[in-house]
C-alpha cells in the first residue's frame, strides 16, 4: 500500500509538471497526439508504425453531422387505462403498411398519460417512429407491467453476407496496416470499384492472443479464453476510391493489422454486397418506467429499449426510471444517436453475476450525446464485444459510484469525450479473468477532457489508450504515460466536434445542437 502510494505521488508530480508547460491549455506531449495546428486545422502524431488518434466524426446517425428528422404524425394514440401493448403495436403496424417518402413512413403519436404495457412495442418496418407528447410533467409514460421485458425494440432482420467466392477475396499488400488508417493496399484491384461494400477481415491468431498476454488466464484453477485462437474478425466499409493498388476507404479503421502475427494467412477485403438493416426509426419523447428491481441480474430484467440490425437510427428525449440495462445497441447495428437519455435508479440488483449497464453497446458508430445517470448502478456506459466500434459517449453526465468501463474482448476505438463523474471511474483497462476471462477489454480508447473521481487507464500491447486532459485521481494498476496532461483541460475543448467540424465543416456541428 505504500509502495503504491509512492507510486501515486511521483506520477502527480509529473503530471503536474507537464501541466505546468501547457500553452493555450495544451502541452507539447498533447500536441504530439491531436490539437490545433497554427492553421487551425486538427494535426495528428503517428507513431513509428503509422498509427494515430482516428477520426471519431463518423459516430451517430447518418455517420455523423445530420440533424435527427421530425417525422409526420400518421396515427394517434391516446391511453385506455388497461393494457394498451395491443393498440400501440396494432398502430406501428399500420404505419408500417405505409409506402415510404424520402425514406419514412410516418410517426405514431402517444398522447399524454400513462399507457400499460405488459410486453415489447416492435418497431421492424424502415421510416416508423414511436413519439409520445414529452418525457417531463403531463407528457407520456409507457408503464411496463408483467414479467420483465424489453419496453420498445428496434428490430430488423438478421443480417447476412452472400456466400463470397475466389474472385470476390483480395489479399492485403501491407504488411502493417495503422490504426487510425483510411486506406490500405491490396495486391490486386481487378474487380474492386469506387462504391464498393467490402468486409476487410484478418485473424486473431494464437502468436497475436500470445503478444496481448491472453493466452495465460487462469481463474479458479480452470484455463479462461479470451478469443478462440484463429477467429476470424471483420470490420465493414465501403471503398471511396482507388489509386493504383490502394484502395480509400469511407471510415477509419480501429485497430492495426500486423502480418507478423497472422501466421501466414494475409488479412483480406472481401467484395460483398451491401446489407439490408432496418432504417431510419426513431423513439422520442417519452418516459419509460418500471417497478424496482428484486434480486440478482440474472432473474429477469426490464430493458427500455434495445436496436438489433439496424442502422440511421435514433432514441431521443426519453427518461426511464427504475428499468436496468437501460439501452442496448446490439450487434450489426451501425450509425445510431442516443441523445437526451437520462436514467433514474432507487435501487439496483444484488451481488451475483454481473451488474447492469446503462447503456450497452455491441454496434459502431453509436453516438450517445448529453444523457445521463442517477442513482445507484454498475456501469454507465460498456461496450460488450469486440463488435464494438468507433464509438463516441459526448457531454453526459453520470453520478453514482459506477463506471464508464469497456466490458471484454477487446473492443477498439472508444471516445469518452467532455464527460462528468464525479463519484465515478473511467475504466480503460485489461479485465483479466474477471468475468469469464474478460482480458483487454479496449485498445485505442481515448478519454478527453473528462472530470471523474477516479481514472483507471491502462496501455496494451501494440495499441493505446489515453486520457488527455482529464481531471481524477489514477486509480490502482493505471500507466502513468497513459495520462497526458493530467489536471488541465486541452484545446480543442471537444474532440468529436472538433473532428466533425474539420471533416463536414460547422454547419454540421450545428446540425446535432451544438
Not at 476487410?200 to 484453477?221: A, C, N, P, S, Y
Request: net charge positive; glycine share 12%.
Amino acid at each position: 500500500m505504500k509502495k503504491h502510494r509512492l507510486i501515486c505521488l511521483a506520477f502527480l508530480l509529473l503530471a503536474s509538471q507537464r501541466a505546468s508547460h501547457a500553452g493555450n491549455g495544451s502541452s507539447a506531449l498533447d500536441r504530439q497526439w491531436v490539437a490545433l495546428g497554427s492553421t487551425g486545422k486538427l494535426a495528428y502524431k503517428t507513431t513509428v508504425s503509422g498509427d494515430r488518434l482516428m477520426d471519431f466524426s463518423h459516430a451517430g446517425y447518418m455517420g455523423g453531422g445530420v440533424a435527427l428528422p421530425t417525422v409526420p404524425v400518421k396515427k394517434e394514440v391516446a391511453p385506455s387505462g388497461g393494457d394498451d401493448a395491443a393498440a400501440l403495436q396494432a398502430a406501428i403496424d399500420q404505419v408500417s403498411a405505409l409506402p415510404l417518402a424520402r425514406g419514412f413512413r410516418g410517426s405514431v403519436q402517444l398522447g399524454p398519460g400513462v399507457f400499460h404495457c405488459a410486453k415489447p412495442i416492435i418497431l421492424s418496418r424502415d421510416g416508423v417512429v414511436l413519439r409520445g407528447a414529452g418525457s417531463g410533467k403531463g407528457g407520456t409514460v409507457i408503464e411496463m407491467t408483467g414479467a420483465p421485458h424489453i419496453a420498445v425494440k428496434v428490430e430488423g432482420a438478421e443480417v447476412s453476407f452472400p456466400k463470397e467466392s475466389a474472385p470476390s477475396v483480395f489479399a492485403v499488400a501491407d504488411a502493417y496496416v495503422p490504426a487510425g488508417a483510411l486506406s490500405l493496399s491490396v495486391k490486386s484491384v481487378k474487380g474492386l470499384a469506387a462504391g464498393d461494400t467490402v468486409l476487410i477481415r484478418w485473424l486473431r491468431t494464437e502468436k497475436w492472443i500470445h503478444f496481448m498476454g491472453m493466452d495465460t488466464l487462469v481463474r479458479r484453477d480452470a484455463q479462461q479464453t479470451w478469443i478462440k485462437a484463429d477467429s476470424p474478425t471483420s470490420v465493414e466499409r465501403m471503398i471511396r476510391a482507388i489509386d493504383g493498388q490502394r484502395l480509400t476507404l469511407d471510415v477509419p479503421l480501429t485497430d492495426a493489422i500486423d502480418a507478423k502475427y497472422l501466421d501466414g494467412h494475409p488479412a483480406e477485403v472481401v467484395k460483398t454486397t451491401q446489407p439490408t438493416r432496418l432504417a431510419k426509426c426513431g423513439i422520442e419523447s417519452l418516459q419509460i418506467n418500471a417497478a424496482p428491481h428484486k434480486g440478482t441480474l440474472v432473474d429477469g430484467k426490464n430493458i427500455a429499449a434495445a436496436f438489433d440490425n439496424c442502422e440511421d437510427c435514433w432514441l431521443r428525449d426519453v427518461v426511464m426510471h427504475e428499468v436496468l440495462n437501460n439501452i442496448q445497441v446490439n450487434g450489426q447495428s451501425r450509425r445510431i444517436t442516443i441523445t437526451g437519455a437520462h436514467a433514474f435508479h432507487g435501487s439496483t440488483v444484488e451481488k451475483g453475476a454481473g451488474y447492469p449497464a446503462d447503456i450497452g453497446i455491441r454496434g459502431s458508430q453509436i453516438l450517445v450525446d448529453r444523457c445521463s445517470s442517477h442513482g445507484l448502478g454498475g456501469f454507465y456506459v460498456a461496450t460488450l464485444n469486440a463488435t464494438a466500434t468507433l464509438n463516441v459517449v459526448l457531454n453526459c453526465t453520470f453520478e453514482g459510484n459506477g463506471s464508464i468501463m469497456p466490458h471484454m474482448r477487446w473492443s477498439t476505438g472508444l471516445l469518452i469525450d467532455s464527460c462528468r463523474l464525479p463519484e465515478g471511474r473511467i475504466d480503460l483497462i485489461n479485465r483479466g479473468t474477471s468475468g469469464s476471462g474478460h482480458g483487454w477489454s479496449i485498445g485505442w480508447g481515448i478519454a478527453w477532457n473528462c472530470v471523474a473521481k477516479n481514472l483507471q487507464v491502462q496501455i496494451p500491447p501494440g495499441a493505446l489508450n489515453l486520457a488527455i486532459g482529464c481531471q481524477g485521481e489514477p486509480y490502482k494498476n493505471f500507466s502513468p504515460e497513459a495520462f497526458l496532461s493530467h489536471g488541465k483541460p486541452v484545446r480543442p475543448a471537444s474532440l468529436y466536434l472538433a473532428q466533425l467540424r474539420e471533416r463536414l465543416g460547422e454547419a454540421a456541428v450545428k446540425s446535432i445542437g451544438y
